[in-house]
Each structure stands twice: as C-alpha cells, then as structure tokens.
C-alpha cells in the first residue's frame, strides 16, 4: 500500500507567456478543461486518499477564475495549498483572496536578472515578478522563488542571488531545465553542470538568509547531499522517485501521472473523468515504472553505483527526456566518486 502525500495540480493551461523552456507548452486553455464541480470533487478525492500537500500550477493559476474557489475547498479538507505563479498578473486583489482561500505559500518563478528573464518571458515580466514577492512578503504569505536553469541563466547565479539576497523569502529552489515542451522544439541548450550548482548551493546556504536548495533532477550523493535539498540540518537525502510512490500529478482535463513534470501520454495512468483516484492510485499495475523498480533495472554507470538501491537513477522524468532510459541518470553529480568508492 502507498500513502498520498502530495500532488501537483495543473489546473489550466492557460498562460500569458509561452517561455522558451515551458515544458507543458502553456498558452491557451486545453478544450474541456475541467469544470469547478469535477475540481471540488477532485480535491474531495485527494483528501480522501489522505493527501496533505497540493503545488497549484498552470499555465498561469491566476487565468482560471475559480481558482480560489478550488483552493478554498482544499484549505477546509485540510490540504495545504503552495500556489506557483509567474506573478506577471499579480496584484493586490490576489493578496485578498490568497488569504481568504487559505493558501499556506507562494512560489514565484524567476529565472535570472532582469535582461535574461524578460527575454525567456516578455519585456517587463522581472519587475512584475520582483513586485509579487515583495507584496507577498509585505502581507505576511510566505513566499520563495523558484529558477529553471539552462546553460545561459546557469551562469548568472552570483547575480541572481544578489537580488534575492535582499528580499524577504523563505526558499530558493534551483531546478534543472528538462529538454520536453518548447524547450525541446526551440532547442534550448539545457545542458548544466550539476556540481557547479551544488557549489553554489554550498557556498551560499548558510550565509543566506533564505534557505537555498535543488530539486529532485540535481545530485545525488555528493558529499554535499545531505545539505542540498533545502534544509539546514545536513540529514536530508534524495530516496528516490516519487512519482506514483508518494506523489501525482493531475493535468487540466484531468489526466493522472506520477508527476506533472512526465509531460508524456506514455506516463498517464488514467482519467478521473472514468475513473476515481482511488482506484487509479490503488490499481497494482500503476505507475509500474517506480513501484516495481529493482535494482536489476538500472543502466549505465548507475547500474554499478553503491547508491543504486536508494537513488534509483534519481529524477525519472529528466532521465526519460534526456535520453529516454528511465534507470540511468544522464548528467549523475556524484557518479565518479561513487564508482570509485563501488571497485
């Protein structure tokens, strides 16, 4: 039996931008987007199941005018609610129902210094960013940033942190950018060096007054690992995948995969228009790909890896649009250590 903890909601594809590295491809609605009764029955369904935690992502959350109704309903199931926002159509009113609808936090996405961020987004989508957290901050919700890193932004982190440095927020998460979506149409060179990242992470985590961390498709096992992950008490390790383990993701029109960043039909486990999440979550044969996972799977250097049985390959969506191998890490941080440590 797996326990739900979390879920990432995609709860329109309805976007003011179309960013160079938008994995979902967010713009215009999807037809038949779900409708206000099928969410509030939606959130029903999670809290049923036990979920605690959901990420309210788009497009763009704001561009759907019942999202606060569909965070309220979450907030009285006792869900918390993170809403993840460009910020670009961020204003006062949002500050109003923000704190009615309950929501626990705020993440706002920013990618880099003004001239790089406005060109991924549109001329003047920084300052607009820069003017959510800071109204954010000022009304008491707590709020972190949240930067997707290719091979340009990736250089400009010293940068970005003296912007943010000054600004009253709890977290800074660094994740890497996934060649899906319009990265991959675009060619957007996403290629980083994860041990530059966990440098920076290194460097800056304990004078920074926020915490600073990676997400699931950086590492793993550095010496640094136990530090990277965003807390400060040096024990937080990567265990593997999620997806379908402990985690969900559900798109617009109600589709279920492990996680919203598998932007494949290959990794839809059903339908909540057929069926409910129940049973799409208690069904034996999903989400195989993790919950049937043995060492035997791995490929590559992670096969041979002292790690393996906890890594397990480490993100399995960034792995799958790397390279299409689901149980090979393709740009591991601490593989040759590992391999060493392994003969």
């Not at 369904?45 to 497009?59: F, N, P």
């Amino acid at each position: 039996m797996y326990n739900l903890v979390t879920c990432v909601w995609e709860i329109t594809l309805a976007c003011c931008f179309s960013c160079e590295y938008c994995g979902s491809r967010g713009g215009k609605a999807r037809k038949n987007e779900l409708s206000t009764e099928e969410c509030i029955n939606i959130a029903e369904q999670l809290a049923q199941l036990g979920c605690r935690r959901v990420s309210m992502i788009g497009g763009e959350v704001f561009m759907r005018k019942d999202w606060k109704q569909i965070v309220g309903k979450l907030s009285s199931l006792n869900i918390n609610v993170n809403v993840i926002t460009n910020g670009f159509l961020f204003g006062e009113k949002n500050i109003k129902d923000l704190k009615e609808a309950g929501v626990e936090s705020v993440s706002v996405s920013i990618d880099g210094i003004q001239e790089v961020h406005d060109r991924y987004r549109q001329k003047g989508s920084f300052r607009r960013a820069i003017n959510a957290v800071e109204t954010l901050s000022a009304a008491g919700i707590p709020v972190s940033v949240i930067s997707t890193l290719n091979s340009e932004n990736v250089k400009g982190l010293e940068e970005m942190y003296d912007v943010l440095k000054d600004k009253d927020i709890y977290a800074w998460q660094l994740q890497a950018c996934s060649p899906m979506g319009n990265a991959m149409e675009r060619k957007l060179d996403y290629h980083i060096d994860m041990k530059e990242v966990i440098n920076f992470v290194m460097a800056h985590t304990l004078i920074a007054p926020f915490a600073i961390g990676v997400a699931d498709n950086i590492g793993y096992f550095t010496e640094a690992e136990g530090m990277i992950r965003g807390r400060l008490n040096g024990r937080t390790y990567f265990t593997g995948c999620s997806a379908g383990i402990s985690a969900i993701g559900i798109d617009s029109v109600g589709n279920v995969k492990g996680c919203e960043a598998m932007y494949d039909d290959y990794f839809i486990e059903g339908n909540l228009r057929e069926k409910s999440l129940k049973e799409i979550w208690e069904d034996p044969d999903a989400f195989a790909y993790n919950r049937k996972f043995n060492r035997s799977l791995l490929t590559g250097k992670c096969a041979k890896c002292i790690y393996g049985d906890h890594c397990a390959a480490g993100c399995r969506s960034y792995n799958y649009f790397v390279h299409r191998k689901l149980y090979e890490s393709p740009f591991c941080a601490g593989g040759a250590k590992v391999l060493k440590e392994a003969k």
